[in-house]
């Protein structure tokens, strides 16, 4: 069976052992790892080859709102049949 992911802020350590030690069993808990945008141009891109937005569903609200996201086996399953 596939684990849920917890994304926590990087400013909010104590949340992330918090929610390690609690959700142990259950879920994985991370650091949010993302350190800004990766395009290094602002022009856009001449033909948008992805097929569809990859990631299944927008976490940064969350961690912006609360310092934590949960991502659920079930989002990833349905983004990859999207795809």
């Known amino acids: 069976?596939?684990?849920?992911?917890?994304?926590v802020?990087?400013?909010e350590s104590a949340?992330?052992?918090?929610l390690q030690g609690l959700l142990d069993e259950t879920m994985d808990v991370i650091f949010d790892r993302?350190?800004?945008e990766r395009r290094r141009h602002e022009d856009p891109?001449?033909?948008?080859?992805?097929?569809?937005?990859?990631?299944?569903q927008s976490v940064a609200e969350d961690l912006?709102?609360?310092g934590?996201?949960?991502?659920t086996p079930e989002a990833v399953v349905t983004a990859e049949a999207k795809s």
């Open 45 to 56: 891109a001449p033909v948008e080859r992805r097929r569809g937005d990859r990631r299944p």
């Open 9 to 11: 802020s990087r400013e």
């Open 64 to 66: 912006e709102a609360f």
């Open 34 to 36: 993302r350190t800004g």
């Open 1 to 7: 069976m596939t684990r849920g992911l917890i994304i």
């Open 15 to 18: 949340r992330y052992t918090f």
């Open 68 to 71: 934590w996201a949960m991502v």
